[in-house]
Every structure is written in C-alpha cells, then in structure tokens.
C-alpha cells in the first residue's frame, strides 16, 4: 500500500495515461522538436544542455517575462544562451520565442509575504507557465505544422518548489493537456526529474552542476536569484538554494555574491528551508527564517 495519499493519485494517473496513449513518459526521437521553458536560471540552463547532447533533440525555446524583480537579469542570461546554444547545437535551438505574461499578477502577488514565499510560493505558478507551454506547442502545430509532443520544465528533485510531489503535478498537467486538446500525445514533464526517461539519472542540483562543469557550460552567466540588483543578493531562497548545490558538488560557485555568507549560514538556511518543506519546522528555524 502508498504511504502517502499522493502516492496513490499518482498510481491512478500513471494508469490513466497507461489507458490512453499506452505510455507514462516517452523518450523523444533524435531531431524531434520540443518546447523547452527556459529561464535563464542554473536548472533550465544546463537540463537543456543535457537533452540537446545526450537526446540530440531540437529545442524551441520559450522564455516567460513574468513581471519578476529579476526578469532584465534573466533575460540577459537567456539571451546569452541562445547564442551559446546555437553555436554549440548548430540548428538545434530554434526561434527562441519570449513572451509578456505577469505570473502573477501585482495584485496577488503583494497579499504574499516573503515568509509565505518560503512556505508555499506562488500557488499554481508552474502550471500556468506549462500551460503555456502547451498552448504555444499546438499554436506552432497550426501556423508551421511542426508536431511537438513534448513539454519540458527545468525542474529538479531538490528543487525548492513546494510541490509535496512535484511529478505528481506534471502528470497531471500532461493529462489536462489530454482532456484539453484531444491530444493525448502531448507530455508536460521534467527529463531530469521524470524516472521513465533516462536523463532521469541527472536526480539532483549536484548531478548537473557537476555536468555542466564537465562540459564547460559557462555557469556564470546562469541567473538564479530572484532579487532585482545585477549582482546575485547571495541570500535569497534561489541564491542559497544554488550556493548550497555548489558546496555538496565541492565546486566553487562562479558567480559573485553581494552578501557574502559563510558555508555553515548557507548550510543552516538551506536545512530551514527543508524542514519547512518537510512541514515540520521547529521553533528554532521559523525564529531563524523571521529574521532572515
Ligand atoms: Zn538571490
């Protein structure tokens, strides 16, 4: 029996997508078009490396201004790998497509708190940037006829997403995307986070850092916080969360930091944030985070 109730929806989803289309999860042919929601940050960056060498597959990006702190930073560092891939990948990484959509919107996101943040985030974040994904996959079925069956996010298992189950959320976006369309051909998944794919063996933040160095990825010009200055706050969830990565990989980060803090505070910071996505955040943690 499932430990946990999430457990067992994911089993009745596994088998529904079973009954469908007869598969969970498909592996994409070499040169197959896929739609990549690239971020500019270290995750999406280097996972869409490792598909465009290890699967050889062709990446229409997508990149989403959500009205963040960091967008312009962002955009930089998508920009940057645009160029980047397409001189690695030559005709792989095609008509890198961004669009305006604020995720959420200004009046929502001020009734939330930056320990809220921590806690939960932004409810339903992920699925309205996949969904649009998926939206933007059918629209280039009808203006090019070019047939993409694969959605991809650049989540990872220790990612700090707040999803209690974060596999369970794609699976069921791959079957609204079903219910939908009509089409039960359209996946939205992650290749490093989704056991059916063989990329899959990329499980965590260290796994692909150690990756991305092995192939000269320029780690550099990722971003990954989340605060509005050029140089990286070094203390916000994503900056802790990518520093943490690069200690447990025993790699120097390449990037400069504006707060400069020690292995030990971005240790502890990290574990608080785990215990609060465990749920069971102790007296001492939650004092911490208040003053953080
Ligand atoms: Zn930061």
Redesign the pocket.
């Known amino acids: 029996m499932p430990n946990h109730p999430d457990e067992l929806l994911l089993k009745q989803v596994e088998d529904i997508l079973i009954k469908q289309r007869g598969y969970i999860s498909r592996k994409p042919e070499e040169n197959e078009p896929v739609i990549f929601l690239a971020t500019g940050g270290l995750d999406s960056t280097i996972i869409q490396y490792i598909i465009l060498k290890e699967w050889k597959v062709k990446i229409y990006p997508l990149f989403i201004k959500r009205g963040a702190k960091a967008s312009e930073y962002e955009e930089i560092s998508f920009d940057f790998f645009c160029e980047f891939f397409s001189k690695e990948f030559p005709g792989k990484y095609i008509n890198p497509l961004k669009i305006n959509v604020e995720i959420p919107p200004k009046q929502i996101k001020e009734n939330f708190s930056k320990l809220d943040l921590i806690r939960q985030g932004y409810p339903m974040r992920n699925s309205i940037l996949e969904s649009l994904g998926v939206s933007y996959a059918v629209s280039l079925k009808l203006k090019n006829d070019i047939d993409i069956k694969e959605i991809y996010t650049g989540i990872i298992s220790d990612d700090f997403s707040f999803k209690p189950n974060r596999i369970l959320s794609l699976y069921m976006m791959t079957l609204l995307s079903g219910v939908n369309t009509g089409n039960w051909n359209l996946s939205v998944t992650s290749p490093v986070l989704d056991k059916y794919l063989d990329v899959s063996r990329f499980h965590t933040k260290v796994d692909i850092i150690k990756y991305a160095i092995k192939h000269k990825i320029p780690l550099e010009k990722t971003r ?4 509005g200055s050029e140089m ?5 969830c ?2 802790i969360t990518r520093q943490y990565a690069f200690i447990k990989a025993g790699i120097k980060d390449p990037l400069n930091y504006t707060k400069k803090l020690s292995e030990n505070e971005i240790i502890k910071l990290k574990n608080s944030f785990l215990e609060i996505e465990k749920k069971n955040l102790s007296g001492e943690s939650e004092e911490y985070l208040r003053n953080y």
């Open positions: 990954s916080c989340t605060n990286p706050d070094g203390d916000c994503q900056c």
